[in-house]
């Protein structure tokens, strides 16, 4: 999540933000998530088409789908929070077994505790903005990061971070900023 230095922005302009800074880490984690989405949204996703040395990836993603058959909800849509003056780009909402599930694609070495927190932020936006239209916020029942390794195979991680940590990490930075004078 990232915070909004200024809340009467528009949401096109809160929207580019978020989007300016994950658009300048393009990479690998770019095209999981686009694969991600294609095999989400009902697309086959060809491993063969994929570069040799981002294969592995492909396969999690289409091993994730057969053992987790899901129906996306949205996929990276921007949620946002005008009580708490936030937002953030989400992976998706996925229906699965009659619940949603906000999920975090990763394809990092490790799932790193930050991942937890950006979840429950996440999970207690008050709106999503997409394709732009803006909807409130489904209900979320769970929060998961799925760990998608480059040898195909995938580990699904349920969060447990609640909202409130998420606050007290915003305040800590609110007053981190005033502190250093920004």
Request: aromatic letters at 12%.
């Amino acid at each position: 999540a990232h915070m909004i230095d200024h809340p009467g922005d528009s949401l096109d302009k809160m929207r580019a933000a978020v989007h300016g800074k994950r658009d300048s880490a393009a990479d690998v984690g770019s095209m999981i998530h686009s694969w991600a989405e294609a095999f989400g949204n009902g697309t086959l996703v060809d491993a063969l088409s994929v570069p040799e040395d981002k294969r592995g990836y492909a396969n999690a993603v289409i091993e994730f789908g057969r053992k987790f058959p899901h129906k996306f909800v949205f996929t990276e849509a921007c949620v946002f929070s005008k009580t708490h003056e936030y937002a953030g780009t989400l992976d998706g909402i996925i229906e699965y077994q009659g619940e949603n599930w906000l999920i975090d694609y990763k394809s990092g070495k490790n799932v790193y505790t930050e991942a937890h927190v950006q979840l429950a932020a996440y999970a207690g936006a008050e709106y999503i903005y997409k394709d732009r239209d803006i909807f409130k916020l489904p209900k979320i029942d769970k929060t998961a990061v799925v760990h998608l390794k480059s040898d195909g195979t995938f580990s699904l991680i349920q969060t447990h971070a609640l909202f409130d940590d998420f606050l007290k990490i915003k305040d800590a930075y609110t007053v981190w900023k005033r502190l250093n004078g920004e």
